[in-house]
């Protein structure tokens, strides 16, 4: 992840598994590199003094960006992200996800009880807009299918589900600077290798892009 100011980036590194996973933090060129210690999935605060991450055996956390000041924030939570104003940590856990508010410390959900009632999972992989409006997730629903969906924070009705299916498909989804598209890696009926797909939240219909050099690749 880069930083707001786009001079540091942030990521983690493993031998294989989150259990072994650390935090690393350098400059955008790739000097200054230091060890933050365990965790994956780094998420910076807007003014990059902050990181939120998920530690095995622990939960989401939150530490300085030089690695001191270990917090709990969340034990039965898994996957976390800062929202680019930095005004937002989200984090998801069962059938939710939770904002807390990094100015008063309040807490709430984002998807109403009613809702999240119909959810299994949401995924730790979701997306904030660039506005830091709306997150799209990928949930796991108990009818048995599999959807992204777009929800804005400032409201807590229904969210707009932009894709569903059946069969499973990755996590790992992205929701543009304006909060318009969601991407996200999928496979399709016409072939047995990922593609991109491009989801108009607006749309019922989704746009499929493939980059040919990637077949190659599986």
């Given at each position: 992840e880069?930083s707001?100011?786009?001079k540091?980036?942030?990521?983690?590194?493993s031998?294989g598994?989150v259990?072994?996973?650390?935090?690393?933090l350098?400059?955008?060129d790739?000097l200054?590199?230091?060890?933050l210690?365990?965790?994956?999935?780094?998420s910076l605060s807007?003014?990059?003094?902050?990181?939120?991450f998920?530690q095995p055996?622990m939960g989401?956390?939150?530490?300085?960006s030089?690695?001191?000041?270990r917090?709990?924030?969340?034990?039965?939570?898994w996957?976390?992200?800062?929202?680019p104003?930095?005004?937002?940590?989200?984090?998801?856990g069962?059938n939710?996800i939770?904002?807390?508010?990094?100015?008063?410390?309040?807490?709430?959900?984002?998807?109403?009880?009613?809702y999240a009632a119909?959810v299994?999972?949401?995924y730790w992989?979701?997306?904030w807009?660039?506005?830091?409006?709306?997150?799209?997730?990928?949930?796991?629903?108990?009818?048995?299918?599999?959807a992204?969906?777009?929800?804005?924070i400032?409201?807590?009705?229904?969210?707009k589900?932009?894709?569903?299916?059946?069969?499973?498909?990755p996590?790992?989804?992205s929701?543009?600077?304006d909060?318009?598209t969601?991407?996200i890696?999928?496979?399709t009926?016409?072939?047995?290798?990922p593609?991109?797909?491009f989801?108009d939240?607006?749309?019922s219909?989704?746009?499929f892009?493939?980059?040919e050099q990637f077949?190659?690749?599986?």
């Amino acid at each position: 992840e880069w930083s707001a100011d786009g001079k540091r980036l942030i990521g983690d590194t493993s031998q294989g598994g989150v259990e072994t996973s650390r935090i690393l933090l350098m400059n955008a060129d790739g000097l200054n590199l230091k060890d933050l210690g365990p965790g994956c999935m780094p998420s910076l605060s807007a003014d990059a003094s902050e990181v939120v991450f998920s530690q095995p055996s622990m939960g989401v956390m939150k530490m300085k960006s030089d690695g001191t000041k270990r917090e709990l924030l969340e034990r039965s939570a898994w996957g976390v992200q800062w929202s680019p104003d930095g005004r937002t940590i989200a984090f998801a856990g069962g059938n939710n996800i939770t904002l807390l508010d990094v100015a008063t410390g309040k807490r709430r959900k984002l998807l109403n009880e009613e809702y999240a009632a119909q959810v299994s999972m949401v995924y730790w992989n979701f997306s904030w807009s660039g506005d830091s409006r709306s997150i799209a997730y990928k949930a796991g629903l108990k009818s048995g299918v599999f959807a992204v969906q777009v929800q804005d924070i400032a409201t807590s009705g229904v969210p707009k589900t932009v894709f569903s299916d059946p069969q499973y498909f990755p996590e790992d989804l992205s929701l543009s600077p304006d909060g318009k598209t969601v991407a996200i890696p999928a496979f399709t009926p016409e072939r047995t290798w990922p593609t991109f797909m491009f989801i108009d939240r607006d749309k019922s219909e989704p746009q499929f892009s493939f980059l040919e050099q990637f077949r190659n690749w599986i």
